[in-house]
């Protein structure tokens, strides 16, 4: 069943979409992340162009979120308060990364600065997550007590002024490392082009320290907010938002992020973590391959007169 | 011009009729592209040997071009260059090859091939001083151009939205001709300029044009002119209707 979407342009198979919006929904409501960086490169295999499907897909990541959200917070699984700073921070770094993408565009590197920042971002945090979670999975099997915690205090993190209590995270830091992350989530994802929940969720574990528990829900509440801004900036600056294309999509994403969020109480967050880190590995290192193997064709033709 | 003989000048000229099967190609939610039959007749009480070209050429849609080339094992793409004038649509069908049926100079003039369409980088160009000589013209892509501009006909050709057929045209009957045109779904919208010549001894001697309309039509047509006329409405309400997607599929899961 063939469908013609009027922005994009293009026939697409919409069976085809629902089924891939599930399935990326069921994912994100799993692991906390947007999902973004999955589907930017299906689209764009299915023909859709790049500006669109990154448009479009805004929509489905704040939606699949906002349904994954609803179902954490009933668990009270989602620290509002921390979600709010770090999506403070992302709606800084969404409007810088915008112009930034916009010279990148100019000058014809953006492909290039998308494939290094996938291959750089997703390996490094692909391979750390991997590492510590298989770590962590390990001790557990052969029964070892976890590793003392590090310093539970570093300096930079609670010597720092403006202090604010996150009574849900039990968490008393300075507001500006989490509206820092914010910033650098929101350039990331406006240059990517995806909602940066892969790079949200290990942040929050690894340098914020919050509650293994609270993770999930907060990132898909910062995405949420992330996601609504970018959509509507992305239709109103580019018209590159297909609702068509959207709705297809999240028919299949709410539903799908219900199904994930409410697997994800029955397993750990560790083995969680290990699949997740999977992913984000071989992501990065196919789009990493883009990077070294010699193109069909030498040139490559880019939609638009630019500027 | 003495050596033109007084016979052909007494006789009518010969002349070329032709009819698109559809004017208007309607774009709706289940377009998946379109196929235009373009039929005619040429006219010649003398019978003297004819051959029909049949042009259509889409809207012009500006392009930017990139060549990718290896840098320390890493594929980079240059600075993109800007192509005008390359219409988002071409093609050309004609009785036998484009270069049997007319000399370069017309096939130039009239655009008819691939390799006459008339596309340019105009940014490229830039006037400076060489040599001491002032005000020349000079491309910056230098003997590379040649490869740019092929490089953006090849590229179009593999997306399926230009083609040139030497046997496209094809005699039905007795100086009663018919030509396809298959538009892919992705084909633009606008006005598509159909050209029909009629050559004789290498000169066109006839010429009807004819147009074509593809336009989205229905939901299409409303989403999409909302979507450019009232882009922050349309972005809203798209996000709108998103989250609240979102909110009801998870009250529906609450219930169940």
Redesign the interface.
């Known amino acids: 069943m063939d469908l013609y979407l009027p922005i994009a342009e293009v026939s697409v198979n919409a069976p085809l979409l629902i089924a891939l919006g599930a399935l990326v929904g069921f994912i994100s409501g799993l692991f906390g992340i947007g999902g973004g960086f999955l589907m930017t490169p299906i689209l764009v295999f299915l023909g859709i162009p790049p500006a669109v499907a990154v448009g479009s897909l805004a929509n489905h990541v704040a939606a699949s979120s906002v349904s994954s959200v609803a179902a954490y917070s009933r668990r009270r699984a989602v620290d509002f308060r921390m979600g709010a700073v770090l999506a403070a921070g992302g709606a800084i770094g969404s409007v810088v990364g915008v112009e930034i993408f916009r010279i990148l565009r100019l000058l014809g590197q953006a492909d290039l600065v998308v494939s290094v920042s996938y291959l750089l971002f997703l390996g490094v945090i692909g391979g750390l997550m991997l590492t510590e979670s298989l770590g962590a999975i390990l001790r557990q099997r052969r029964g070892q007590p976890a590793p003392p915690p590090r310093d539970r205090r570093p300096l930079w993190l609670y010597g720092l002024p403006l202090k604010v209590r996150f009574p849900r995270s039990r968490l008393y830091i300075s507001v500006i490392p989490p509206l820092a992350l914010g910033i650098f989530v929101g350039i990331l994802s406006a240059v990517m082009g995806v909602g940066g929940g892969f790079v949200l969720v290990p942040a929050m574990v690894y340098i914020l320290r919050m509650p293994a528990q609270m993770v999930v829900g907060t990132s898909l509440f910062q995405i949420i907010i992330t996601t609504a801004i970018t959509g509507v900036l992305q239709a109103g600056r580019n018209q590159s938002v297909d609702i068509v294309l959207a709705a297809l999509l999240l028919i299949g994403g709410v539903i799908g992020a219900q199904l994930g969020a409410r697997a994800s109480a029955r397993f750990r967050a560790e083995e969680l973590r290990a699949v997740l880190a999977l992913i984000v590995l071989l992501v990065g290192l196919q789009m990493g391959l883009g990077l070294i193997v010699r193109p069909d064709d030498p040139f490559v033709l880019m939609q638009g007169a630019g500027g | 011009m003495t050596d033109l003989p007084p016979a052909i000048i007494q006789s009518p000229p010969a002349a070329v009729s032709a009819v698109l099967t559809e004017t208007e190609v309607k774009?709706?939610?289940?377009?998946?592209?379109a196929t235009i039959s373009v039929y005619g007749a040429v006219f010649d009480p003398q019978g003297r040997p004819a051959d029909v070209v049949v042009v259509i050429a889409g809207p012009e849609q500006?392009?930017?071009?990139?060549?990718?080339?290896?840098v320390a094992?890493?594929?980079?793409?240059?600075?993109?260059v800007?192509f005008?004038g390359a219409p988002g649509f071409y093609r050309v069908a004609s009785s036998r090859p484009l270069g049997e049926v007319a000399r370069f100079a017309d096939l130039r003039r009239l655009g008819l091939g691939l390799d006459h369409l008339a596309i340019s980088a105009p940014m490229e160009r830039r006037i400076e001083t060489r040599y001491g000589v002032r005000d020349m013209v000079v491309n910056q892509l230098g003997a590379d151009y040649f490869d740019?501009r092929s490089?953006?006909i090849?590229?179009?050709q593999?997306?399926g939205l230009y083609s040139a057929d030497p046997a496209g045209v094809r005699y039905v009957d007795r100086g009663l001709f018919q030509a396809q045109v298959v538009l892919p779904?992705?084909a633009?919208?606008g006005l598509y300029k159909t050209r029909i010549i009629l050559f004789q001894d290498g000169r066109p001697v006839s010429v009807r044009d004819r147009t074509l309309t593809v336009e989205?039509v229905g939901?299409?047509?409303a989403?999409?002119l909302l979507?450019?006329r009232h882009?922050?409405l349309?972005?809203?309400a798209?996000?709108a209707?998103?989250?609240a997607?979102?909110?009801?599929?998870?009250?529906v899961?609450?219930r169940s």
């Open positions: 774009v709706n939610s289940g377009f998946r592209g500006p392009l930017r071009i990139a060549r990718k080339s290896q094992g890493i594929w980079l793409n240059s600075r993109p800007v005008r740019w490089a953006v090849r590229l179009k593999k997306a779904a992705d633009p919208t989205k939901v299409e047509r989403l999409y979507a450019h882009p922050w349309y972005g809203l798209s996000m209707l998103a989250l997607a979102g909110w009801a599929a998870s009250r899961f609450r």
